[in-house]
């Protein structure tokens, strides 16, 4: 098995354990929004959530990640996404050139484990009441955003999310 077949699967199993974590620590809110944020590197990553009454508590911009409620990493405690980013980081100190030129590969990778997972451990039972993407945490990211939500959401949700402003 290759490097990113082996995070692939472990990379879903630590995205389904979060996602059960937001879920839990969100309580009753209405989730509306996750990401899977990866640094320009692709050797960080985590996740973040948002609900309704968060963003309307704290009027953020509807999409801006940075400013979301819930993730990972909540209350201090160590994410199971932590394991998977040491190991993303230990491959890049090996080879940087490889790593770099495996992006696409990455986000390829990271986008079919999201998508398992979400399909074990949705965030509520509709499925177009939650957007799902992924997202770089620094420099311009529509495009990976945009394409990933089209493979990640129902295409009323992604046709949505496509027309998003910065709302």
Known sequence: MGFYESIAVKLEKSLVKELSGIRKAAGSEKIYAAALVADSKCVCVSLSANTLEFLQAHGHTKWQVGEWGYSDVMNGRRSSLAKISKLLSEHNRKDPDIHKWSEDIFFEMAASAFRRAIEKYPLTANPDD????????????SALENSTAKLLNTRKVYEEFFGRGNI
């Open 130 to 141: 939650v957007t799902y993407f992924i997202t770089k945490s620094d420099g311009n990211a």
